[in-house]
């Protein structure tokens, strides 16, 4: 029998509907997009500690991408995507924290000990310009502290200069406790410019109350001489 021109062989059908069951849609694995995304952010891990988080969310969205896509491959696709997104998440976090362990071993020059502005706090009860025994013992010693510049009439330049303990004192007008504040004296003459990020500064530790003096409003209690920073 003679076939009209719209007549479809039987196996032809059978084939074109193989072809549409292998070429049927995959969706791409939305954690391994997640993940991708964070390990493009991975670098910032480089720049401080609490930045580590980003690529430790990205390595471990990565393993449960490739889980997700191993686990249904007829439904999800992008395991290439997801495996590279995991291993540089897994090389930024591995290289931030030996880069971060060496800058932090290395910013504390050889004699000196870290500070932090916990131990300068009074007593609970005290008053508040009260001076504790951890801040008395460390009078005259060469230390290392870390804080935030407190802005004042010169940008440039700059041989002394509050450093105080948070931003929140520092950049949006408020007024640091005493025990919040301590007194640079920096031994380079040429002094230094004005900035808002964190400093690290090194230098002899004095205990010598100044109220009202040096141009400080409020005095200051804690000083730091001969200061360079790191």
């Not at 471990?60 to 439904?75: E, H, N, Q």
């Not at 924290?97 to 916990?118: K, N």
């Not at 935030?148 to 700059?158: A, L």
């Not at 002394?160 to 303990?165: A, E, G, H, M, T």
Request: proline share 5%; glycine share 10%; charged share 20%.
């Amino acid at each position: 029998m003679k076939k009209g021109l719209f007549d479809t062989p039987a196996k032809a059908t059978k084939r074109g509907s193989e072809n549409n069951e292998d070429h049927a849609y995959k969706a791409l694995a939305g954690t391994s997009i997640a993940a991708a995304t964070l390990a493009f952010l991975s670098p910032l891990a480089f720049i401080d500690w609490w930045l580590l988080a980003v690529p430790t969310v990205g390595f471990c969205l990565g393993l449960v991408a490739l889980r997700d896509i191993i686990k249904r491959p007829d439904i999800f696709t992008g395991k290439r995507l997801a495996t590279t997104a995991t291993i540089f998440s897994l090389v930024c976090l591995v290289g931030g924290t030996i880069y971060l362990s060496w800058v932090y071993a290395a910013e504390l020059p050889e004699g000196f000990e870290r500070v932090h502005y916990g131990i300068l706090q009074p007593a609970e009860g005290s008053p508040a310009s009260s001076i504790p025994d951890s801040a008395r013992a460390l009078n005259g010693h060469n230390v290392l502290i870390k804080g935030y510049m407190y802005p004042g009439k010169k940008q440039f330049g700059i041989r002394q200069f509050l450093l105080v303990r948070d931003q929140g004192d520092c950049c949006f007008g408020g007024n640091p406790k005493i025990t919040d504040r301590v007194l640079v004296h920096l031994q380079d003459e040429k002094g230094m410019s004005f900035s808002s990020r964190q400093k690290k500064l090194a230098g002899t530790f004095t205990v010598r109350p100044t109220f009202g003096q040096d141009g400080i409003e409020g005095g200051v209690i804690y000083h730091l001489e001969e200061a360079f920073p790191r």
